[in-house]
């Protein structure tokens, strides 16, 4: 009977000793795998938030950028407006030039096509006079009569 019993105390215990011993290394090995995990995961994190004020950067410049445009072609527009006033010789020349200053902004949109006059659809067969067979008779195309 002892030894039976030692048959089954000895795998018990190398069984709990291995249970043991691999839930200490599971403890202490993967501690440097999520630390390694977690800093990756903050320098991707970091790489977003950087990549996103870029971004926002990136529109609000273009945004002024823009803007001063804008400010820039009316002030030009002005400039003009005020030199063909001021330099033209007669009314009639100084029409002509605020003219064409102001076309652009007076010039007509562009033309649309006209829709068909008929809502009718198109035919996929060729019409016919009245007193002709239609494609779907039997004598249609037939010369003589058989």
């Known amino acids: 009977m002892e030894q039976s019993l030692t048959v089954w105390l000895l795998p018990a215990f190398a069984l709990l000793a291995g249970i043991g011993i691999g839930f200490l290394i599971a ?13 990756q995961l903050d320098d991707l994190q970091e790489r977003f938030d950087t990549y996103q004020s870029e971004v926002v950067t990136h529109f609000n410049t273009t945004a002024s950028l823009v803007k001063k445009l804008t400010q820039s072609y009316q002030e030009v ?70």
């Open 27 to 39: 403890r202490i090995v993967p501690n440097a795998a999520p630390n390694r995990t977690q800093r």
């Open 77 to 146: 527009q002005e400039h003009l407006s005020e030199g063909a006033n001021r330099l033209a010789l007669d009314e009639l020349t100084r029409q002509r030039l605020l003219a064409a200053l102001h076309a652009d902004e007076a010039a007509s949109p562009r033309e649309r096509l006209t829709p068909p006059k008929s809502n009718e659809a198109p035919k996929d067969y060729a019409p016919k006079s009245p007193d002709a067979p239609g494609t779907l008779d039997e004598t249609f195309g037939l010369k003589g009569k058989y």
